[in-house]
């Protein structure tokens, strides 16, 4: 397991955009399925997004074609470009890492950050 750190979380208008990033306070996820999952107040955690090694992404169908994932592992980080955000986007933003295969569900990850509050007004 690895401590992830995100960073990037801020107060936002309807419409705006925002990058978030994701990297470890030590050690290398430059292998790992890296996911986004995201909790808003009084809901469940749900997978917004997820990229494997190889560069391979999903996304959930509610931030298809607004949301993008990226690795850059020169630098051991994962961002999350989201654009065209609405309030229902409004939630705590969670990294998330596995070394082996992962899906949106929370289960399937080993390592976590403390999450990023990410809220659209």
């Known amino acids: 397991h690895v401590q992830l750190v995100e960073s990037g979380g801020v107060s936002v208008e309807a419409g705006g955009s925002l990058v978030i990033s994701c990297a470890p306070s030590e050690g290398t996820i430059t292998s790992d399925c890296v996911g986004w999952l995201r909790q808003a107040p009084g809901k469940g955690r749900e997978g917004v997004v997820r990229?494997?090694?190889?560069?391979?992404?999903r996304y959930a169908d509610s931030v298809k074609g607004r949301f993008t994932i990226s690795r850059d592992n020169a630098k051991n980080t994962v961002y999350l470009q989201m654009n065209s955000l609405k309030p229902e986007d409004t939630a705590m933003y969670y990294c998330?890492?596995?070394?082996?295969?992962?899906?949106?569900?929370?289960?399937?990850?080993?390592?976590w950050g403390q999450g990023t509050q990410v809220t659209v007004s």
């Open positions: 998330a890492a596995s070394r082996g295969v992962a899906s949106f569900s929370a289960m399937t990850y080993t390592s």
């Open positions: 990229i494997n090694s190889g560069g391979d992404a």
